[in-house]
């Protein structure tokens, strides 16, 4: 289990009152420096980038990194919200405009709002994965492109996914990509497509090769009464 460290309020506030974006008297700011307790992945995570230089022992510098970091994270989830609450009201329209009109819509997409229909369905497709939940909302990224890349993974990857602990607001998309690369060769059939569906193909599959192989049996039967036939003439 992860252990948390708590930075000196002192420092933060330190930090708050030389910068004019993050002013002490600002409630953001105040809710940053409540918020600022850091768990030890972060503090490693730190220590490791900042490898070879004496910021670590820079209390002040460590401050600002971690102010700035908890600012990001919420502005970051700001912009889940945002792109999710998107791609919610772009299915719900879906919903309410006749096949035709939603053909219309998608052509007009960039007509209409600030990005292409290709970016519209992906955020419809991300919405709809939070929705039945194959995305939990507080395991999506904050990132439409790296969440959308969630959205591609079959039921095999997903559960692989889980296992490694891929379901997490700060995944990359390159973690992503590179498990779907890895996984691609090892599918689970019964992830990828209806075993119902399947099974019926099967079956109709076979009265197609049963068809087949009287037909052939048909077509021989007579080959031979032509050759009966005709003899040498055959030839």
């Given amino acids: 289990m992860s252990k948390t460290h708590r930075v000196s309020r002192t420092s933060i506030r330190a930090v708050m009152e030389e910068d004019d974006s993050l002013s002490v008297g600002d409630n953001r700011a105040e809710m940053l420096i409540e918020r600022v307790v850091v768990d030890d992945n972060v503090m490693t995570?730190?220590?490791?980038?900042?490898?070879?230089?004496?910021?670590?022992?820079?209390?002040?510098?460590?401050?600002?990194?971690?102010?700035?970091r908890a600012e990001v994270n919420q502005n970051w989830s700001q912009a889940r919200d945002s792109f999710l609450a998107i791609g919610?009201?772009?299915?719900?329209?879906e919903?309410?405009?006749?096949?035709?009109?939603?053909?219309k819509l998608?052509?007009?997409?960039?007509?209409?709002?600030?990005?292409?229909d290709a970016t519209a369905t992906q955020l419809r497709r991300i919405a709809k994965a939070v929705a039945d939940g194959v995305i939990p909302l507080e395991a999506c990224p904050g990132s439409y492109g790296t969440a959308y890349q969630i959205t591609l993974l079959n039921e095999y990857q997903l559960r692989v996914a889980r296992e490694r602990g891929l379901l997490r607001p700060d995944v990359t998309r390159r973690e992503i990509a590179s498990l779907r690369k890895e996984t691609v060769?090892?599918?689970?059939?019964?992830?990828?497509?209806?075993?119902?569906?399947?099974?019926?193909?099967?079956?109709?599959?076979?009265?197609?090769?049963?068809?087949?192989?009287?037909e052939m049996a048909a077509v021989d039967s007579k080959i031979q009464d032509i050759r009966g036939l005709l003899g040498d003439l055959v030839e």
Avoid at 45 to 68: C, H, N, Q, W
Avoid at 88 to 93: E, G, I, M, Q
Avoid at 95 to 103: D, F, G, H, I, R
Avoid at 196 to 211: A, H, S, V
Wanted: glycine residues 4%; proline residues 1%.
């Fill in 45 to 68: 995570a730190i220590e490791d980038v900042f490898a070879g230089t004496s910021l670590v022992s820079d209390s002040e510098k460590v401050s600002r990194i971690l102010a700035v």
């Fill in 88 to 93: 919610r009201a772009l299915l719900d329209l």
């Fill in 95 to 103: 919903n309410v405009l006749s096949k035709a009109e939603y053909v």
């Fill in 106 to 116: 998608r052509q007009g997409s960039e007509r209409l709002f600030p990005f292409s």
């Fill in 185 to 214: 060769t090892k599918q689970d059939v019964s992830g990828r497509v209806d075993v119902n569906l399947l099974k019926d193909e099967y079956r109709k599959l076979l009265r197609q090769r049963e068809k087949l192989e009287s």
